[in-house]
């Protein structure tokens, strides 16, 4: 059976993280079951070398990304355009350029930038959906949402709004994917017709495997930035103390706090995958206090599948990917009495803590894996061809 011919374009970010991996794992997965995959990258490192006000432009609609995805998509005879990132530097350009070369769109939602300038639903400390049901995301600009700039807020904004104006979102997106049904509930708030709108969650490429468990210590895994719950986190373990040992894995802006934060706190510093692999088949439990909504995040994934137990922040999507007393505990973004209750809970109950990771790891079996990816990414993709061929 010939299988479709799949570009995969990226925006690279300046900071690389969990978009960045899953680009680059749904291309090994799509080679892998036999299909002529091209990758289009771009680095959003390369903006310091531009002048702003050509950026900004080509935030809106960059000439020269639409001529080289047009070639390119020509050159390979793509069947299917598959978009992670396209922000800034790609723009919605891209869309047209693989329409006018017959081929479909599909558009991973990995944030929340459609409905939001910041990405994130965040401000001021606390998620926010001003922005979400407004065709001009005023409140944004106003309170400087993306980089604490009016300016850079206002070209967000233009790009989002313009584009939703020109009916590129509702005609030249194929399919868009959500990672959660959670997100999907957001982005359809947003305006995304639900008919194009399919939810397919993140996976690992490769298993690494059940641990042990023996390492008695808790672990946190991810970016040091406030909005992450670090100052929660270390607030916790000034109370938590010896009682069970923390080690963090990650860099950003809050090194300095972990550092000087008091209690038994490890800082390891960025790590390879592997290396994390290694600390969650050994924790005790993983830590994920992010106060923001997010999307599906790799961590959790990696987590079920060294059958690790997570204390989560149950809002958003985190709610649903963590069942609370299934594959985790729960408790409310921000509540750090909570947050140590249930980490003081769980380190004292290792029988509650195996039934946790064996159910996290039954649910990563079920629901996270390459091959079950890869049968629900060939749906979105034949689904988005039949479509095409018969509106042709």
């Not at 922000?87 to 769109?105: K, L, M, Q």
């Not at 999307?295 to 069942?323: D, K, Q, W, Y």
């Not at 594959?327 to 980490?343: K, N, Y």
Request: charged share 20%; aromatic share 8%.
């Amino acid at each position: 059976m010939d299988r479709p011919t799949v570009v995969l374009v990226h925006n690279r970010y300046r900071h690389p993280g969990g978009e960045d991996d899953v680009f680059e794992a749904e291309g090994r997965l799509l080679e892998s079951h036999g299909h002529r995959v091209e990758r289009i990258t771009v680095d959003n490192r390369d903006l310091s070398r531009h002048n702003p006000l050509a950026i900004a432009a080509a935030t809106v609609w960059n000439r020269t990304s639409y001529r080289h995805l047009r070639d390119r998509c020509r050159e390979v005879r793509a069947d299917v355009v598959h978009f992670h990132n396209t922000f800034p530097i790609i723009s919605p350009a891209g869309y047209y350029a693989a329409h006018a070369e017959g081929a479909v769109v599909v558009q991973t939602l990995h944030n929340f930038r459609l409905v939001c300038l910041n990405a994130l639903c965040f401000r001021d400390g606390q998620t926010c959906e001003e922005c979400i049901t407004k065709s001009l995301p005023w409140p944004g600009i106003a309170h400087k949402c993306y980089r604490n700039s009016r300016s850079a807020s206002g070209v967000t904004a233009a790009m989002l709004s313009l584009h939703a104006i020109a009916g590129t979102w509702t005609s030249h997106v194929d399919t868009y994917i959500a990672l959660s049904e959670f997100a999907r509930s957001r982005f359809l708030a947003g305006g995304i017709p639900s008919v194009r709108l399919v939810v397919k969650p993140n996976f690992l490429v490769d298993d690494p495997g059940a641990g042990a468990h023996a390492g008695n210590y808790a672990l946190y895994v991810g970016r040091l930035s406030p909005e992450k719950g670090i100052a929660l986190l270390m607030r916790a373990w000034a109370v938590v103390g010896t009682r069970l040992p923390l080690k963090v894995v990650g860099s950003g802006p809050l090194e300095g706090l972990v550092r000087s934060a008091s209690g038994d706190i490890e800082w390891l510093g960025p790590q390879s995958r592997a290396r994390v692999m290694e600390l969650m088949r050994d924790a005790s439990l993983l830590v994920f206090p992010s106060e923001v909504y997010e999307n599906c995040p790799m961590t959790l994934i990696e987590a079920f599948a060294a059958g690790l137990p997570v204390i989560a922040s149950g809002h958003g999507s985190i709610g649903e990917i963590v069942r609370d007393g299934v594959t985790g505990r729960h408790f409310p973004p921000g509540d750090v009495a909570q947050l140590i209750d249930a980490v003081l809970a769980l380190a004292d109950d290792r029988v509650k803590r195996v039934a946790l990771g064996e159910a996290a790891r039954t649910t990563f079996e079920r629901t996270y894996t390459a091959e079950l990816n890869y049968e629900q990414l060939s749906r979105v993709y034949e689904s988005a061809l039949q479509r095409r061929r018969a509106a042709a």
